[in-house]
C-alpha cells in the first residue's frame, strides 16, 4: 500500500510538471496549421450512437481520403454489417467513413468521408536525422485534439517490420494520428508505446503509407468486404515470415548440460532468465527467442509471430518422486486455450520420442483459423523424462503460418536438442 501510495504522487507530480511544460511555439504553429485536417475516428456499434472505440486519422489526399492504423478500423473491416466509422473535425464536421484499403502488416488504413474543404497534409518521404525535434497529434483518451513534442530516435531494433523509435508521448486514442517534422510535413503514422518503458513510442514510416494511396486509388464505389484480402496479407506475412527463419541457421546455445536451439538470423531476439531462492528445494534456468512480429487482426486476436523457450530444471533434494510430480505440474500447466470466434479446437498427438542423450514427452498440437482459410497455430511442448534431478522443457509456438513448413521448422528445432551427459 505503501509503494502503491508513493506511485501514485510520483505520477501526480510527473503529471502536474508535464501540463506546466508549455507548448514551444513551433509546435503550437504547426498545429493551429493542421488541426482542421486532423480527424477523431469512432467505431460505432450498428445504429447506436456510442463508440466502442476511438482513433485518430488525417487528411492526405483530394475527396476526403484520410489515413490511419488498421487496428482503429478492424471491426469494420472484418464486421462489416456490425459496426460502423464516423469522423469528426476539430470544428464539429461529422459524417460517415468507408474503408478504401489496407495493410494489416504494417497496420496501416486508408479511409474515405466527406470532409468538406478541409485540406490534405504535405507528406515527407525523406527521413529525419536521429535527434531531430518531431511532433506528434491525435486525440489521446477522449482529450480533444492534441500535440506533444518528442525526438526521432531512428529505426527500432527490435521489431520485424520497419518501426520509427519516437520519444514523445503517445496514449490511447492517438493511434492513427501524424507524427510530423518540425515544417509541419508527416514523416510517420502513430501506431503504438512500449509498455515496458516510458517515452518509447513507434511510428509507421510514411513510405508504406505512400503505396498503400496508390492501392486505394482503384477501389470501387461502396462498402467492401475486406475479409478476404485480409487473409490473403496474412498469408504472405506468414510465408515471408518461415521462409526468413528456414533460409537462415538456427544457432545453437549450450546452457550447462544441453545443447538447445537459439537465435535463427537477425530477427529473432533473445534473452535469458533464471529462478533461483535460497529457501527453494528447485532452480529454473530460462532462455526464450522471439520474432516480434505479432500482427493485431481485432481485440481478440493478435498472430504471426514465432517464439520458444527452454526451462531447465535442477534440483539435487525433491528426490525421484517430488522432482517427477514437479515436472508433472509444469508441463500440464501449459494449458491450451481456445477462442471459439477465431480457432477450431487444438488437435493434438503426444509421444515419447527419442532424442540425443535422452528421451523425452512430446506433445504436438494443430489448431485452424476459422476466417482465414491456411493458416495454423502450431505448438510443440516437450519434457526430458528419465532423470531424478534435472529435466528440460521446451515450448515452441507458431501462429499464423502454413502448416507445412511448420512442420518443417519444427523438425529442425528438434534436430538441434541435445543433453551432453
Known amino acids: 500500500m505503501i509503494v502503491a501510495a508513493l506511485l501514485a504522487s510520483a505520477l501526480a507530480s510527473l503529471h502536474a510538471i508535464a501540463q506546466d511544460k508549455p507548448v514551444s511555439a513551433q509546435a503550437a504553429a504547426i498545429f493551429e496549421q493542421s488541426r482542421d485536417s486532423i480527424a477523431q475516428i469512432r467505431v460505432l456499434l450498428g445504429g447506436s450512437d456510442s463508440h466502442i472505440a476511438t482513433g485518430t486519422g488525417f487528411i492526405v489526399g483530394a475527396g476526403g481520403v484520410m489515413l490511419t492504423n488498421y487496428h482503429v478500423v478492424a471491426e469494420k473491416a472484418l464486421e462489416p454489417g456490425t459496426y460502423r466509422l464516423e469522423f469528426v473535425l476539430p470544428g464539429g464536421r461529422r459524417g460517415a467513413l468507408r474503408i478504401l484499403a489496407l495493410d494489416v502488416a504494417h497496420d496501416l488504413a486508408v479511409v474515405q468521408g466527406d470532409v468538406g474543404d478541409a485540406k490534405p497534409l504535405p507528406l515527407r518521404e525523406r527521413m529525419l ?77 510514411i513510405k508504406y503509407a505512400t503505396t498503400l494511396l496508390k492501392r486505394a486509388s482503384a477501389a470501387p464505389a461502396g462498402d467492401m468486404d475486406f475479409r478476404n484480402e485480409i487473409g490473403a496479407q496474412l498469408r504472405a506475412h506468414g510465408d515471408a515470415l518461415m521462409e526468413a527463419l528456414l533460409g537462415t541457421s538456427l544457432s545453437v546455445e549450450k546452457l550447462g548440460e544441453f545443447s538447445l536451439p537459439a537465435k535463427a538470423g537477425d530477427i529473432m531476439r533473445c534473452g535469458a532468465s533464471t529462478d533461483r531462492e535460497l529457501d527453494r528445494w528447485y532452480a529454473v534456468d530460462t532462455y526464450r527467442c522471439r520474432v516480434n512480429s505479432t500482427i493485431y487482426i481485432d481485440s481478440r486476436l493478435h498472430t504471426g509471430t514465432v517464439s520458444f523457450r527452454h526451462h531447465i530444471f535442477r534440483s539435487e533434494r525433491l528426490g525421484a518422486l517430488r522432482f517427477a510430480h514437479l ?39 494443430v489448431r485452424a483459423y476459422r476466417q482465414f482459410s491456411g493458416l495454423y497455430d502450431v505448438t510443440l511442448r516437450l519434457a526430458t523424462v528419465g532423470d531424478s534431478g534435472r529435466a528440460l522443457h521446451s515450448h515452441l509456438d507458431l501462429q499464423g503460418v502454413a502448416f507445412d513448413t511448420a512442420m518443417t521448422f519444427a523438425r529442425r528445432y528438434l534436430e538441434r536438442i541435445e543433453w551432453n551427459r
Do not use: W
Open 327 to 365: 515436472q508433472e505440474s509444469r508441463f500440464s500447466g501449459s494449458a491450451f486455450g481456445r477462442d471459439r470466434k477465431h480457432h477450431t479446437r487444438y488437435r493434438c498427438r503426444d509421444r515419447i520420442v527419442s532424442m540425443k542423450g535422452t528421451r523425452a514427452k512430446a506433445v504436438m498440437c
Open 129 to 205: 536525422s536521429k535527434g531531430d525535434r518531431a511532433l506528434s497529434l491525435g486525440y489521446p483518451l477522449d482529450q480533444g485534439l492534441t500535440v506533444t513534442e518528442g525526438t526521432y530516435n531512428g529505426r527500432s531494433e527490435e521489431q520485424y517490420y520497419d518501426h520509427l523509435h519516437f520519444t514523445g508521448a503517445l496514449n490511447a486514442g492517438m493511434s492513427g494520428g501524424p507524427a510530423m517534422d518540425i515544417g509541419g510535413r508527416v514523416f510517420g503514422v502513430n501506431v503504438s508505446s512500449h509498455h515496458s518503458g516510458q517515452l518509447v513510442n513507434f511510428l509507421v514510416p
